[in-house]
């Protein structure tokens, strides 16, 4: 073990990431293992060749190329939580850490470039990410619901790699491990590097439960 060092996996790295967006790498933990979780999985799970939408109802959220955006009903369906007060609390804390980001999906009048556009991009008028036009905000860029237009939500996107590729796996463990030890401390992801700065291994997790130490 003479020379070794260690390093952030990149798995790990975005899990350290997310853990400092939401306080700490237990409430991350606890976020993939709660009632949110499936939810969460929405916005990648989503990802198809199927014509944009399909499978997807209108209320729920919609799909934008490869994109998932869903709404606070589709959050709360994909999730099998109650439209209510308590949710409700859950998603703006979500939102307030940056882990959703809340915004409309809007048309561009000059290229007809259909994107997200965050809600702190948005004023009376907004830019369209490809072309660069400003355009007014009207029922023309948001299509439907034609009285007002419907919020959505983006899952940050490092979430949405973390999900995709399975990074969320080890915290699931970390959470398990967590709620059956009275002492516990863990660590991301990372990997063992010789002294020619090569990997020569690496964790998924490493913890310290009561006492007891497990790597995986």
Known sequence: MHGMTTSLSTPGAHAELLARLLGNRAELAELVSGPLAAGLHSFVA???KKP????????HGCVVRTETF??????????DQQVSVDTRDKVDHLTDRGLFIRGLV???????HVSFVPIDNLG??????????????????????????????????????????????PLLLSHYLRQRSRRFADAAEFNLLGDDNRKKAETDLLALADEQLSVR
């Open 106 to 112: 809007l048309g561009c009048a000059h290229c007809t």
């Open 46 to 48: 989503e990802r198809t």
């Open 52 to 59: 944009e939408g399909a499978g997807l109802p209108e209320e």
């Open 124 to 169: 009376s008028k907004f830019r369209c990410q490809r072309c660069l036009s400003d355009n007014n905000l009207t029922r023309e860029r948001w299509h439907k619901p034609f009285a007002e237009p419907q919020w959505f939500y983006d899952l940050h996107p490092t979430a949405r790699t973390l999900l995709s590729e399975n990074g969320h796996v």
């Open 70 to 79: 869903l709404t606070f009903q589709g959050i709360c369906e994909r999730s």
